[in-house]
Structure formats: C-alpha cells, structure tokens
C-alpha cells in the first residue's frame, strides 16, 4: 500500500527526469478474458486523454469495452476523477455512492479508482474507512502500472493503493485507444510548478516534465500517416514547455516542428500568460496549420486579486499581451477561464474584472466560484462573502461573456469558414458539426463523405454558443 502525501507533492526537487517506456507482460494477456470495462472521465483533456491509455491497457489485458455503454453492466468500472474544484469531487463520490449499491448486488464488480482525487491525502483515507469496496487506487505517476495494480487487486482480495506523492519518469509508448478517428490529444508537458494559490494541480500532476521533441514529432507524424487532421497539443501550462531541457528548445520550437510535419490543424492548451513569448506568437501567425485560437486565462481583471492568486501577472500586462496577439495574428480567437468569489475579491475588484471583458471580449470564457481545494493557500484565506454574491457576481459575469460570444459570433455571418467536420449532430441526420478554425461550433446539412474533412462553410446564423451554415466547397487552399 502506497498512499499519498502532500508535503511530498509540493516539492520539487532537482532530480533529472528521465524517460522510460512502457512493458506489457504478456502474462497478463488474458486477465479480463469474457470481462467488460467501462471508464467514466471527470474533469479536462489531460483526463480525457488519459483514459485514452486506459482504456487501451485494459483492452491488452482482455477487457472488452462495453456495447451499450451503461456502467450497470459492467465487470470493471474505473473513475479517473478530477480535483479541480469540489463539484468534480462530488460527483465522483455520487457515482461511488451508486457503485457501492452496484456492488452489493453484483457482488464480482471491479470497482478502481484513479486521477487528479487518488492524489489526495483526505479522498485516500476516506475510500479506505467508508469505501472499502473500492478494488483498486492509483494515482496521475502510475498511470502505466494499471494492468499490474489491477492484476495484485484481484490476486489479494483486498483493496490495493498505490499512489505516488512524487511524479516519476516520463514514460513513453503507453498504448492508446484514440476517442475521435481524425483528432489526436498529444501531451508535451506533464505537471505545473506554477503554485498559484487556489489551484491543486502542481499537487496532483507533480512537477514540470517536458516530453522530449522528437518523441513528440514522431508522435504527430503518426497521426498524420493515420490520416488524422488535428493534434492538440496539451498541458497544464504548455508555454512552459523545454523549460526543464539542458538546451535551447522551447515552445515556439516545438510548435514550428509540428507545424512542419503538415499535420492540418494544430491546436495546444492551456497557456498560461507569463510565458507566452513574441517567438510563439510569431510561429502561430507563420504557420497556415495552427489554429488562431489561443486559451488564455485570465482569472481575474484586478490586480490586487491576480497578486493574491499568486498568477505573477497585472491586468496591464495581460492586456499588453492580448492586444499583441490580436494584432499579429489575423482573426484570432481569445478564450479564457475566470474565478469569481476568490477570498477577499470586493466588489471594486469585480468591476475590474468586468472592464476587462468589455476590453477582451473573449470568443469564449470558462466562468467558476472559487472552490477551496484543501492544502493549497487560498484555501487557508479569509473568506467573508456571502456564495449568493458570489452566485450573483458569475451571473452578471456570464451575462456579459455571452453577450460578446454571440456579438462575435454574429461579425462571421456571412463569411465563408475552414471546418473540419465532426460528424451528424444530434438533431438529426442530415446536419452535420464541426469547428471552425477558431473554435466555434457550427451546424450545417451536408452528406457523410464531408465526415473527418475539412470543408468550406459559409455562415448563415449565428447564436451565443454556435453557428449555423451552408455547406460551400472542398477545402480552398
Ligand atoms: N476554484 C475555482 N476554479 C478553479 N480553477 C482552478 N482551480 C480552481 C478553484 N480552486 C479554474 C481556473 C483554471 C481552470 C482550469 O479551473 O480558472 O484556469
Ligand atoms: Fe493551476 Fe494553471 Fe496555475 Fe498551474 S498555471 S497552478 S495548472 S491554474
């Protein structure tokens, strides 16, 4: 048993981080033989793909997935859950409230649990005392060793944990059983040593670990040789990417080299504004083939509360960077994420946060409350607002943010887009969705050989969250 710890979590230490690659022992070929599997992902893309691996070492064990897609069916049901605010928390825990009823009746039911919450010291503790179904824990460093914490699970007869506090390796060639047959997630960073102050994440992830380049690019060249249209590049905070290298490779490097593979659609989040570089912003408006959309948090318009969050930047500053990108790369997208309520934010510090968005805005904004994640320092900060001011101050936030969606979405009528094209949506079968260069979702009536293409779509609507269009042409250019 492994448990974890977060004073080890929040160090970090010299230590060269190395790469090893994944081994299967074929030994454990036949582990899930005759059994189905069913992996529900809380939380953001570094989860989603994840359990892209997951799923994919659960199948070499002999997992099936399952046909109808309901976790009531299943011999193993896997939670990678999410600790980002207490909402993912809870709802994790509601799915185990549902998997201990499960298990009472189906009495083979393999139940595991993984992700950002295995990394907490207090959600250990509580599946040991009030969870004790729960077969198996493993945390975001151990990902790799599934199919071995499985096999000990099953051979022990008692819950096994296994969750490092401090992250390992890199490990490459973990396999992958992709979602989506024309757009890939591809990590280039794990872990974030940012600490601002409200986020768990340099708790949970560990610390900053660049995947080397071209493990990277012969990843995408892959993917390209798959014929898939789209990689995402991903990590907590991408920009820092080479950081940890002993030579001179950075973000704006590596985004040329991908660009260069002529893969069609590059994208990469999440930035974080302190590192973004006039080198990157350069490559990103040379480059046809990545995307201009760029996810820039802000989290706040004050600078007495960005301080507080610990996010090393003013409003000025972050300005200054926006309106750089905005001028050099032609019709870029800006998304962002927003707190509300964090500990101490007065009114006058919201307002600022409402000039902001009349300055940026924003295609796109991710709005939360502040949520205290234990062991981080704004958790320990004092709180006196009311949550129905801060409920009221992420409505009259919202308000705004949509209004600008729907105003931008409105200046593209009439304008003929790039869209690389999903699939029917679910209103019917002859609309098809897709998104545009710069992120937006659009619906339009189109036949499935436009499926996994990207196509040419004049838009004819617009509304807050989506585009209606008509299909126009093959791809120009
Ligand atoms: N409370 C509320 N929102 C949070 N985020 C991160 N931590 C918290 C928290 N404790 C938001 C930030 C971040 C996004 C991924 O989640 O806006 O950018
Ligand atoms: Fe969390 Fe992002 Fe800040 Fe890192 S940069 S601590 S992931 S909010």
Redesign the pocket.
């Known amino acids: 048993m492994l448990l974890p710890n977060y004073q080890e979590a929040k160090k970090r230490t010299h230590r060269d981080v190395e790469i090893d690659h994944y081994q299967f022992d074929p030994a454990l070929s036949h582990l899930g033989d005759g059994k189905t599997y069913y992996v529900k992902t809380y939380g ?1 893309q570094m989860n989603e793909h994840d359990s892209e691996n997951i799923r994919a070492m659960l199948e070499q064990l002999g997992f099936q997935p399952l046909p109808d897609d309901d976790y009531e069916n299943a011999d193993l049901v896997l939670l990678n859950t999410c600790s ?3 909402n993912a928390h809870n709802k994790a825990f509601g799915m185990l409230g549902r998997l201990k009823h499960l298990k009472a009746k189906k009495k083979d039911l393999i139940v595991g649990l993984c992700g950002c919450m295995a990394q907490e010291e207090g959600v250990v503790q509580e599946i040991m005392k009030r969870y004790r179904f729960v077969n198996f824990v493993f945390g975001t460093h151990n990902l790799h060793r599934l199919p071995f914490i499985l096999k000990d699970a099953l051979d022990a007869h008692q819950q096994n944990i296994e969750v490092f506090s401090e992250e390992g390796n890199i490990i490459e060639d973990v396999p992958v059983k992709r979602d989506h047959p024309y757009k890939a997630y591809v990590n280039i960073i794990y872990g974030c040593d940012k600490f ?1 102050t ?4 340099p708790y949970t992830r560990g610390k900053q670990r660049s995947r080397r380049p071209l493990d990277i690019i012969h990843e995408v060249e892959q993917l390209v040789a798959d014929g898939y249209q789209e990689v995402t590049l991903l990590g907590q905070n991408v920009n820092a990417y080479g950081k940890d290298f002993d030579f001179e490779y950075r973000m704006e490097n590596l985004l040329e080299d991908v660009a260069k593979t002529n893969i069609p659609r590059v994208r990469f989040m ?1 930035s974080h504004p302190w590192d973004f570089t006039d080198g990157m912003i350069d490559v990103i408006a040379k480059y046809e083939n990545i995307m201009p959309s760029i996810h820039l ?1 802000v ?1 706040s318009g004050s600078d007495r509360i960005l301080k507080l969050m610990g996010r090393r930047y003013t409003k000025e500053k972050y300005l200054t960077l926006f309106h750089k990108m905005k001028e050099r790369i032609p019709r870029l997208a800006v998304s962002t ?3 509300v309520g ?1 500990p101490g934010e007065t009114e006058e510090d919201f307002e600022e946060t409402m000039k902001l968005i009349e300055t940026c805005q924003f295609d796109n904004a ?1 709005t ?6 234990e062991g ?1 320092p ?2 320990k900060m004092k709180d006196e607002t009311l949550l129905s001011v801060k409920e009221d101050r992420l409505h009259r936030l919202n308000e705004r943010v949509n209004h600008y969606f729907l105003k931008n979405n409105q200046k593209m009528v009439g304008s003929i887009v790039p869209v690389l094209v999903d699939g029917y949506n679910q209103s019917g079968k002859t609309s098809l969705f897709g998104y545009t260069d710069t992120n937006k979702l659009i619906n339009f009536d189109g036949d499935a050989s436009l499926i996994g293409k990207i196509v040419m779509v004049k838009v004819t609507n617009a509304k807050t969250w989506s585009l209606d269009g008509e299909y126009e042409s093959e791809r120009v250019g």
């Open positions: 953001c980002i605010r207490e601002c409200y986020c768990i994440v999440t948090p989290q994420d927003i707190i964090f991710f939360f409350i502040f949520s205290p994640r981080t704004a958790a």
